[in-house]
């Protein structure tokens, strides 16, 4: 046992060292942001009715990371949960020289064990809006997320102006819990878990309770910790909003009742502003948004989110867009509104298209790629329980290796009958390092006719630009050709629209192995995700913290 200690120390201490030598001299010059976290489960009521929630130090979102560019930022993380293992991933943050630490349980590093305590350390080398949340499992699904803000460096201004910073974060809420979720789409032909019971803008929705849930205590309409968001503000005043999404499921449409918005980043990138009534926002994503108080200030407004992209089922999230402080629990005199129409594809397909890089910040892709590799999305069974695949393949820990392709030709994407089943493959695509890959995602028909959904998909350890969007079916001679090269925004999480394609390119230049997935997480834990290796050879020792666990492990190691 003693020796066991021992042996953890020295190597946490080699560990110390390799971080210390590995980052350069002006990066340990820049500030050091330090965040002890403790996760464990605890009863929680963000919508009103009672339920086990994963927090971060008793808190569901977690608490906000904030740093500046440059900044190396710790997280002393600790799993109190007694049966359950953690990873955290830092969604957007590249990771440049520390792929271990970007939390992707399976991918890199074994997961922390009940007990145990991980440090991740890892510099956040450009300013923006992120996320963070966990990486194993439904744990998003359970509660595990939150922001990580990071400001510009001293000197530097953004290319827009505003008088207050404020964040909203957006998810949706199940009651039923994640292990029965788990076992359902495993192990269950037929069971899809359904639509979220309620929408939560900053942790707080509202669930209407029957009599019954009521009366058994499990739901408490006054309970405090589900009392309305209220975003104080003060009148004539610009608001810089942040708003990121990690729903489990739902694509959203966020707005502010009689404010427009002005859209200024995405994902890190500034945006060539843009306004608009509501902001469609994926899993994944994150945006800032400007708002100006300039409305009637003797009454207050509906901040609201409802579903789209899927025929909702669940209620309008509603927070408080609030100008009177001394009115703080006063209620909009009108009825919140439902939304756009949820299939209005149209309308999410023009704001994409309208998302373009800011015209000082223009950063010009490669002008040809040395790889295209189209992943088609479909919906298929293996051995009879339904998964999401990528060519066929469905994302498992399997020695399979996937295709740069598929049966382009003469793939119907909309017939349902062509895609019935699916294999299970490691999906490790090898790149060559620092060469430039265009990825073509296409849609096609889900199991069920006439009916293809959205998928939001996220490429950890890059930003990529975005060259194009379109309905149909990718024809790679005239597609090709309307390409955005002039002013293609760089984002890390871009939507695949139903019966659509994206186009987008990247250069494969962060040595590692970097998950690329559907982020809403149910079809991620059914297989919709491939991985990228590049550069492997260059990324130096790794630390024995990734690897495994157990007191073997730690006997044999060097
Ligand atoms: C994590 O970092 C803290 C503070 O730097 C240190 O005290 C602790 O020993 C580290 N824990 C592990 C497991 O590396
Ligand atoms: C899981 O399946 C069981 C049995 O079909 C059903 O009763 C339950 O509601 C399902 N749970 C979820 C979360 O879908
Ligand atoms: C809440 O549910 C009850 C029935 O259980 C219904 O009468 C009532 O209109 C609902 N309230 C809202 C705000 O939807
Ligand atoms: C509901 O919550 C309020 C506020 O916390 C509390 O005063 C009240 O006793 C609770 N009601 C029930 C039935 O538990
Ligand atoms: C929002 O923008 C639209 C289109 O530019 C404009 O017609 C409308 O008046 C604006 N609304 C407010 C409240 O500023
Ligand atoms: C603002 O709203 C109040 C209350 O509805 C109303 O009395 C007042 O006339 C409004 N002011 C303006 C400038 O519209
Ligand atoms: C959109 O959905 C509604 C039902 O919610 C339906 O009536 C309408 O026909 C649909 N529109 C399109 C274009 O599919
Ligand atoms: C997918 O793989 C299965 C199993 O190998 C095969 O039967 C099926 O034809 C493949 N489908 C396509 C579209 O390639
Ligand atoms: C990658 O390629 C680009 C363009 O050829 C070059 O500017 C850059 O230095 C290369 N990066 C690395 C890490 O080799
Ligand atoms: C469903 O899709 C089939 C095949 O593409 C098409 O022939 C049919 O008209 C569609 N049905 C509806 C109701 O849209
Ligand atoms: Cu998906």
């Given at each position: 046992?003693?020796e066991?200690?021992?042996?953890r120390?020295?190597?946490?201490?080699?560990?110390?060292?390799?971080?210390?030598?590995s980052?350069?001299?002006?990066t340990?010059?820049?500030?050091t942001?330090?965040?002890?976290?403790?996760?464990?489960?605890?009863?929680?009521?963000?919508?009103?009715?009672?339920?086990?929630?994963?927090?971060i130090?008793?808190?569901s979102?977690?608490?906000?990371?904030?740093?500046q560019?440059?900044d190396?930022?710790?997280?002393k993380?600790?799993?109190?949960m007694?049966?359950?293992?953690?990873?955290?991933?830092?969604h957007?943050?590249?990771?440049?020289?520390?792929?271990?630490?970007?939390?992707?349980?399976?991918?890199?590093?074994?997961?922390?064990?009940?007990?145990?305590?991980?440090?991740?350390?890892?510099?956040?080398?450009?300013?923006?809006?992120?996320?963070?949340?966990?990486?194993?499992?439904?744990?998003?699904?359970?509660?595990?997320?939150?922001?990580?803000?990071?400001?510009?460096?001293?000197?530097?201004?953004?290319?827009?102006?505003y008088?207050?910073?404020?964040?909203?974060?957006?998810?949706?809420?199940?009651h039923?819990?994640?292990?029965e979720?788990?076992?359902?789409?495993s192990?269950?032909?037929?069971?899809?878990i359904g639509?979220?019971?309620?929408?939560?803008?900053?942790?707080?929705?509202?669930?209407?309770?029957?009599?019954?849930?009521?009366?058994?205590g499990?739901?408490?309409a006054?309970?405090?910790?589900?009392?309305?968001?209220?975003?104080?503000?003060?009148?004539?005043?610009?608001?810089?909003l942040?708003?990121?999404?990690?729903?489990?499921?739902?694509?959203?449409?966020?707005?502010?009742?009689?404010?427009?918005?002005?859209?200024?980043?995405?994902?890190?990138?500034?945006?060539?502003?843009?306004?608009?009534?509501?902001?469609?926002?994926?899993?994944?994503e994150?945006?800032?948004?400007?708002?100006k108080?300039?409305?009637?200030?003797?009454?207050?407004?509906?901040?609201t989110?409802?579903?789209?992209?899927?025929?909702?089922?669940?209620?309008?999230?509603?927070?408080?867009?609030?100008?009177n402080?001394?009115?703080?629990?006063?209620?909009?005199?009108?009825?919140?509104?439902t939304?756009?129409?949820?299939?209005?594809?149209?309308s999410?397909?023009?704001?994409?298209?309208?998302?373009?890089?800011?015209?000082?910040?223009?950063?010009?892709?490669?002008?040809?790629?040395?790889?295209?590799?189209?992943?088609?999305?479909?919906?298929?069974?293996?051995?009879g329980?339904?998964?999401?695949?990528?060519?066929?393949?469905?994302?498992?820990?399997?020695?399979?290796?996937?295709?740069?392709?598929?049966?382009?030709?003469n793939?119907?994407?909309?017939?349902?009958?062509?895609?019935?089943?699916?294999?299970?493959?490691?999906?490790?695509?090898?790149?060559?390092?620092?060469?430039?890959?265009?990825?073509?995602?296409?849609?096609?028909?889900?199991?069920?006719?006439?009916?293809?959904?959205?998928?939001?998909?996220?490429?950890?350890?890059?930003?990529?630009?975005i060259?194009?969007?379109?309905?149909?079916?990718?024809?790679?001679?005239h597609?090709?050709?309307?390409?955005?090269?002039?002013?293609?925004?760089?984002?890390n999480?871009?939507?695949?629209?139903?019966?659509?394609?994206?186009?987008?390119?990247f250069?494969?230049?962060?040595?590692?192995?970097?998950?690329?997935?559907?982020?809403?997480e149910?079809?991620f834990?059914?297989?919709?995700?491939?991985?990228?290796?590049?550069?492997?050879?260059?990324?130096?020792?790794?630390p024995?913290?990734?690897?495994?666990?157990?007191?073997?492990?730690d006997?044999?190691?060097?």
């Amino acid at each position: 046992m003693v020796e066991t200690l021992q042996c953890r120390r020295i190597l946490t201490s080699l560990l110390a060292l390799y971080i210390l030598f590995s980052i350069n001299v002006q990066t340990v010059m820049a500030g050091t942001q330090f965040y002890d976290w403790e996760v464990r489960y605890a009863y929680k009521s963000p919508d009103c009715y009672k339920k086990l929630g994963m927090t971060i130090n008793g808190e569901s979102p977690g608490p906000t990371i904030y740093a500046q560019q440059g900044d190396t930022v710790v997280v002393k993380l600790t799993n109190s949960m007694t049966t359950e293992n953690v990873a955290v991933h830092w969604h957007g943050i590249r990771q440049h020289e520390t792929p271990w630490y970007d939390g992707t349980e399976g991918v890199t590093q074994c997961a922390i064990m009940p007990g145990d305590t991980f440090n991740y350390t890892f510099v956040v080398d450009r300013s923006g809006t992120y996320l963070y949340h966990a990486h194993y499992g439904l744990q998003i699904t359970a509660g595990l997320y939150g922001f990580i803000i990071v400001s510009v460096p001293n000197g530097f201004s953004e290319p827009f102006v505003y008088d207050y910073d404020g964040s909203i974060i957006l998810k949706d809420l199940y009651h039923s819990s994640t292990y029965e979720q788990a076992t359902n789409l495993s192990f269950k032909a037929n069971s899809w878990i359904g639509e979220p019971q309620s929408l939560l803008i900053n942790g707080r929705g509202r669930f209407n309770c029957s009599a019954s849930e009521v009366n058994s205590g499990v739901c408490n309409a006054t309970n405090p910790e589900c009392s309305p968001y209220f975003l104080t503000v003060v009148p004539e005043k610009t608001y810089r909003l942040r708003i990121g999404s990690l729903t489990s499921l739902s694509a959203l449409s966020f707005e502010i009742e009689d404010h427009n918005m002005t859209v200024v980043e995405a994902d890190g990138s500034f945006v060539e502003p843009f306004v608009t009534k509501n902001l469609y926002i994926n899993s994944g994503e994150t945006y800032s948004v400007l708002v100006k108080a300039d409305q009637n200030s003797s009454r207050n407004y509906w901040i609201t989110t409802n579903v789209v992209s899927r025929e909702p089922s669940t209620p309008t999230g509603l927070a408080i867009f609030n100008y009177n402080p001394n009115y703080h629990y006063k209620f909009p005199p009108t009825e919140p509104t439902t939304g756009p129409l949820w299939n209005d594809t149209d309308s999410q397909l023009d704001q994409s298209q309208a998302i373009k890089a800011h015209h000082d910040f223009v950063q010009a892709p490669p002008p040809i790629s040395d790889r295209v590799i189209v992943l088609l999305n479909t919906q298929n069974l293996i051995n009879g329980y339904p998964h999401w695949s990528a060519n066929n393949r469905s994302l498992t820990f399997d020695q399979n290796p996937p295709p740069d392709t598929y049966d382009i030709e003469n793939y119907d994407i909309y017939d349902v009958s062509e895609n019935k089943n699916a294999i299970s493959s490691n999906a490790i695509y090898r790149i060559g390092f620092n060469t430039t890959v265009d990825i073509i995602l296409q849609n096609a028909n889900t199991m069920k006719a006439n009916h293809s959904e959205t998928h939001p998909w996220h490429m950890h350890g890059h930003e990529f630009w975005i060259l194009g969007y379109g309905s149909g079916k990718f024809d790679k001679v005239h597609d090709t050709k309307s390409y955005n090269f002039i002013n293609p925004i760089m984002r890390n999480t871009v939507p695949l629209y139903p019966y659509g394609w994206t186009a987008l390119r990247f250069r494969a230049d962060n040595p590692g192995v970097w998950l690329f997935h559907c982020h809403i997480e149910f079809h991620f834990y059914m297989g919709m995700g491939i991985v990228f290796e590049a550069g492997v050879e260059k990324v130096g020792t790794l630390p024995t913290s990734i690897m495994g666990c157990g007191k073997t492990k730690d006997m044999i190691r060097p």
